[in-house]
C-alpha cells in the first residue's frame, strides 16, 4: 500500500491562528480524504479532496474554518483556521486507489489549541 | 440508531486468550467491510478487508461478514500483547450516490502477559 507522510506530527498552537497540515503520498492515488478523531472517539469524514477543484465538504465542516488543496494526485493539505480549543484533535489523511479499494492512513496530526 | 455499532470495551484478556471483536449495521447498501487497528499515537493501520459473506483468514486474525444479520466479526486467537491497540471495524458502499466509508466507535483491547 502507499507511505502516507503528514507533517507536522503534532503542534501545539494559540486561538485565533492558522495551522496548513500537509500529506504526502509515495504514489498517485485517485482519491484523498481528510478525517478529525477527537479524543477516545470514532474518525469523522472532514471533507474529501479534489484534485484540480474544490474539496466536498461533509455535513458541519465549510471551507472558510477547513481550506482543502490538492495540486496533484500525490499532495493535499488541510488548513484549520481560527482555532479554537475544540479544535483541539487528531487530523488524519487517508487515501484510496480506486472505488473497491479499502482507505489507507497516514499516522496523524496531532493538535492542541491553548 | 447509529449506522455502525461496537461496543466501546474497554476489553481486558490473558495472553493466549482468543478475542472476538464485533459490530452490526443497518444499512443494507454496505458492501465493503474492513478492520482497522489502532496503536496509540498512531494512524488506523488496515487489517482486514472483505467483500462476501463468510471467513477471510490471515494469519491469527479471522474476519467473519454475516450480511444477512448485518453483523460482522474479528477473531484473534493466540492474543499477544503486541495486540493491545484500539480495533475500529468499518463499512463501505454507496449511499445518496456516493462512495461513503462509516467506522464504528473502536474497541479498545489490552492482551495481559
Known amino acids: 500500500s502507499a507511505v502516507i507522510s503528514q507533517k507536522p506530527s503534532r503542534d501545539i498552537c494559540q486561538r485565533g491562528t492558522s495551522l496548513t497540515i500537509q500529506c504526502q503520498v509515495d504514489s498517485q492515488v485517485t482519491m484523498m480524504f481528510w478525517y478529525r478523531q477527537q479524543p477516545g472517539q470514532s474518525l469523522t469524514l472532514i471533507a474529501t479532496a479534489n484534485q484540480g477543484s474544490e474539496a466536498t465538504y461533509e455535513s458541519g465542516f465549510v471551507i472558510d474554518k477547513f481550506p482543502i488543496s490538492r495540486p496533484n494526485l500525490t499532495f493535499s493539505t488541510l488548513t484549520v483556521s481560527n482555532m479554537s480549543p475544540e479544535d483541539s484533535s487528531i487530523y488524519l489523511c487517508?487515501?484510496?486507489?480506486?472505488?473497491?479499494?479499502?482507505?489507507?492512513f497516514g499516522d496523524g496530526t496531532r493538535l492542541s489549541i491553548l | 440508531q447509529k449506522e455502525v455499532e461496537q461496543d466501546p470495551g474497554p476489553l481486558s484478556v490473558p495472553e493466549g486468550a482468543i478475542v472476538s471483536l464485533n459490530c452490526t449495521y443497518s444499512?443494507?447498501?454496505?458492501?465493503?467491510f474492513m478492520w482497522y487497528r489502532q496503536y496509540s499515537r498512531k494512524g488506523p493501520e488496515l487489517l482486514m478487508y472483505t467483500y462476501s459473506s463468510g471467513n477471510k483468514e490471515d494469519g491469527r486474525f479471522t474476519a467473519q461478514v454475516d450480511k444477512s444479520s448485518k453483523y460482522i466479526s474479528l477473531f484473534i486467537r493466540d492474543s499477544q500483547p503486541s495486540d493491545s491497540a484500539t480495533y475500529l471495524c468499518a463499512m463501505s458502499g454507496i449511499i445518496q450516490g456516493a462512495q461513503k466509508l462509516v467506522f464504528g466507535q473502536g474497541t479498545r483491547l489490552t492482551i495481559n502477559p
Open positions: 487517508s487515501v484510496r486507489q480506486g472505488g473497491d479499494q479499502p482507505q489507507h
Open positions: 444499512n443494507s447498501a454496505f458492501q465493503y
